[in-house]
């Protein structure tokens, strides 16, 4: 069992950086794979950015390459997403999940349904 908690959400304006910080409890956080999704009124939940069980391969949704960077610290057992240059479409609640990591194929990270535990999310609004 996996329990995540997000923070680092809040107010910032278009062209500034916020970042997400998720803290998982569970002693086999090093097991999973670890993603960001977000949710915007009215849209599905869409794939921001995942990493891999060691951190060594990460992946990105092309809307948001080059302004964000997914990162994670297994010792800390928890994963970050640094946003810098964002944007007002940007503007979304945030979600932190974890995937067994033996589930898991490079092309996989980007459906949430592979996904077996989330955070409850955190808002993130940029204004113009």
């Known amino acids: 069992q996996v329990q995540l908690v997000e923070s680092g959400g809040g107010l910032v304006q278009a062209g500034g950086s916020l970042r997400l910080s998720c803290a998982a409890s569970?002693?086999?956080?090093?097991?999973?794979?670890m993603g960001w999704f977000r949710q915007a009124p009215r849209k599905e939940r869409e794939f921001v950015a995942a990493v891999s069980w060691s951190g060594g391969s990460s992946y990105y949704a092309d809307s948001v390459k080059g302004r964000f960077t997914i990162s994670r610290d297994n010792a800390k057992k928890s994963v970050y997403l640094q946003m810098n240059s964002l944007k007002p479409e940007d503007t979304a609640v945030y979600y932190c999940a974890a995937a067994r990591a033996d589930n898991l194929y490079p092309g996989d990270y980007e459906y949430p349904g592979k996904y077996d535990y989330w955070g409850q999310g955190t808002q993130v609004t940029v204004s113009s």
């Open positions: 569970g002693r086999t956080f090093s097991s999973y794979g």
